[in-house]
């Protein structure tokens, strides 16, 4: 059988997910790439079922029934995660921000079971290998040429690290620690001394893209790598993970030189209590993540709810490591990532399979030496994302590059096909083309175009919020909703937008943001339940615009039963009990929502590491010096002196220690 529509089709798919990025959508990385992922996919399987048709027959290698076995319990494990999900609509979709739901990993399944049934696979990993040499090169170039980054809205990492078309230092390492080992295999045994060259400069250009992301976990990770692929084929490589312990040895030794605190990537891979403040958020993290593992441990919260099930125990100490108002929604490591959302039985799924891949790519007897290599090198690819993703997690294209590299190893491995001829009246093809060219249409339109649609409203109301009329900023918001009501994420932003515009409104025009916000939380609603955190705090906070004090402080009370430390509902609670002339309750509140961190306590920082931590802090968390403000009122409405005075001189001392802190900043 000629693989030929499908196996273009697939390797435009392993191109287009990590290359595609559309500024003008808000989710500017991940989304454009989830949606390339369905929409190829949908192409993939439907060029699959043509060329069966076309060819009177549907060739499948074959395989061992373990490797059946496995994937059946991988299937299995993923859709009972989902049944018995906290939100069952965020499992199926995934949440905004990750795009890590049911129908992302069934897609990877599916281009990962596409590509083993192509077979013939040595053209796809060049062009996979293609794709992550031009992913490092202008990763290089970012960092050269900063203004490079203007149009993908990360200016925050200007000079600070590189993210080239994946949108995260972290997450581009890991994307380029998958395709290294390839990069070895092809230089090896390419025949043209030109060829050659071309790879040992894509080897360099790779490793110099993944040192300048400052990512500590990616370093860990080709450390392991190269320690395997020495042990196991040459010794002398042991030179790689020998220089790399040297060169971070070498970094922290002169630690304190101007060159290395100079330099922020440098810096980052240094033992310096800043450049260690993800590893002390994992270590809050990870003992957190266990608590709400023991709470559901077989089937999990499901995909994408991770952040729902954490907030019940997060800690508050993360609050200060991390932006104040983010909500952590990933544990940072892949065992407990993926025994919080799917359980053990998906974990054990997962690793069995994943380790199953690992051993066959090790072990293979292929007779031809150059797929034997590839699908060894897949291996230590695999190994490595294994290894870094203990101290990460894995977005959308990282995972279908996992799912790729396992696919070519067990493409590779499989020596024999079977074959199942088709026959079919003529009739009864049409009628099956028609079905098939539909039902992919309206896949591509829902899944893909739809959605794309929808964040480009919501991006365009998001960009006229800061400066456009508040109805015509809404009325973007209300498009997105409309155009895609499953993204749960933009309901309940428009919703609180709404609900802001409200309180700055009187007579009609509040009634009018009041209903607006109404209405996105009951679309919400449809998606989640009215029992979550997002639909709560939303219901509480239009009960407090409508003065409906009650039924506010209700939900107020719900919300903190499943988010104790949620800076956000303990600020917008304290401000509805002053609202409602409750003010001893409101000075207990707004103390609390204070006490989430005691760096604001630390009006005198000394160290240029301290100083750093307390403007970084103020400047993520601008409601902050707002929330000591209005403290002070209420203690003052209170006819609490002590504390009116106590919190009006330290809004005073911190704003002066700011401006201390910026004129240092600016060398003034």
């Avoid at 108002?325 to 799917?342: E, F, K, M, Q």
């Avoid at 409200?502 to 509040?510: E, F, Q, S, V």
């Amino acid at each position: 059988m000629a693989y030929i529509v499908d196996k273009k089709i697939l390797i435009i798919t392993a191109l287009a997910v990590p290359l595609i990025v559309i500024p003008q959508v808000h989710l500017t990385f991940a989304l454009p790439k989830t949606a390339a992922l369905y929409a190829f996919t949908i192409l993939c399987v439907l060029a699959f079922f043509v060329d069966a048709i076309k060819n009177k027959k549907i060739s499948w290698p074959v395989l061992p029934k373990k490797f059946y076995v496995l994937l059946g319990l991988y299937f299995l494990a993923l859709g009972l995660s989902t049944i018995f999900a906290i939100q069952p609509h965020t499992a199926i979709f995934g949440s905004y921000e990750r795009q890590q739901g049911l129908i992302t990993f069934i897609s990877c399944l599916t281009i990962f079971l596409l590509i083993i049934s192509a077979k013939k696979i040595f053209s796809l990993v060049k062009w996979i290998c293609f794709a992550s040499f031009l992913v490092a090169t202008l990763g290089i170039l970012q960092y050269f040429i900063p203004e490079l980054l203007a149009n993908y809205s990360t200016a925050i990492l200007d000079g600070r690290a590189i993210v080239g078309t994946i949108g995260n230092p972290n997450f581009l390492a890991a994307y380029l620690l998958t395709t290294i080992p390839l990069f070895f295999i092809f230089q090896k045994y390419a025949e043209k001394k030109l060829t050659k060259t071309f790879w040992i400069i894509a080897i360099k250009t790779s490793l110099t893209a993944i040192f300048l992301t400052a990512t500590r976990s990616a370093l860990v990770a080709l450390f392991v790598g190269f320690i395997f692929y020495a042990i196991i084929k040459n010794k002398k490589l042991l030179i790689f993970p020998l220089i790399i312990v040297t060169t971070l040895i070498s970094i922290n030794i002169f630690s304190e030189t101007n060159f290395v605190k100079n330099h922020e990537f440098l810096n980052r891979l240094t033992f310096s209590q800043d450049s260690l403040r993800s590893l002390k958020s994992r270590l809050y993290i990870w003992p957190a993540a266990l608590e709400i593992i023991k709470e559901r441990p077989i089937f999990g919260y499901g995909l994408g709810n991770f952040r729902e099930a954490f907030s019940e125990v997060s800690p508050k100490e993360l609050l200060t490591l991390e932006r104040f108002t983010d909500s952590t929604d990933r544990a940072h490591n892949t065992i407990l990532d993926t025994t919080a959302t799917t359980g053990t039985f998906g974990l054990l799924s997962y690793l069995s399979i994943l380790f199953y891949s690992i051993y066959l790519g090790i072990k293979n007897k292929i007779e031809n030496p150059v797929m034997k290599a590839i699908s060894f090198a897949s291996a230590i690819s695999l190994i490595m994302l294994f290894a870094n993703n203990m101290f990460s997690f894995s977005n959308t294209e990282i995972r279908l590059q996992q799912f790729i590299l396992m696919g070519i190893i067990f493409a590779a491995t499989s020596k024999k096909t079977t074959t199942k001829k088709i026959s079919l009246k003529f009739l009864i093809k049409i009628i099956i083309a028609i079905i098939l060219a539909s039902t992919a249409s309206f896949g591509i339109y829902k899944l893909a175009i739809n959605p794309l649609i929808a964040d480009y409203y919501f991006d365009k109301g998001y960009s006229n919020s800061f400066t456009a009329d508040k109805k015509t900023t809404l009325d973007y918001f209300k498009k997105a909703v409309l155009q895609n009501p499953n993204q749960t994420y933009y309901s309940i932003k428009s919703a609180k937008y709404a609900i802001v515009s409200a309180k700055l409104t009187n007579g009609n025009d509040k009634k009018y943001f009041t209903d607006a916000a109404e209405f996105f939380l009951q679309q919400a609603i449809k998606n989640i339940g009215e029992n979550q955190i997002d639909t709560l705090l939303v219901k509480a906070e239009i009960e407090a615009v409508k003065e409906n004090y009650d039924s506010s402080f209700s939900n107020f009370e719900k919300v903190l039963q499943k988010a104790p430390n949620d800076p956000t509902t303990l600020l917008e609670y304290a401000r509805a009990l002053a609202d409602a002339q409750k003010h001893k309750e409101s000075l207990e509140l707004y103390e609390k929502y204070l006490n989430l961190s005691i760096i604001w306590t630390s009006v005198d920082p000394s160290t240029p590491e301290a100083k750093k931590q307390f403007r970084t802090f103020f400047k993520n968390a601008p409601h902050f010096l707002t929330a000591m403000e209005e403290a002070a009122e209420v203690a003052n409405k209170l006819g609490d002196t002590v504390k009116y005075n106590y919190y009006k001189d330290m809004v005073k001392l911190t704003k002066d220690t700011l401006y201390k802190i910026n004129l240092e900043q600016n060398g003034n």
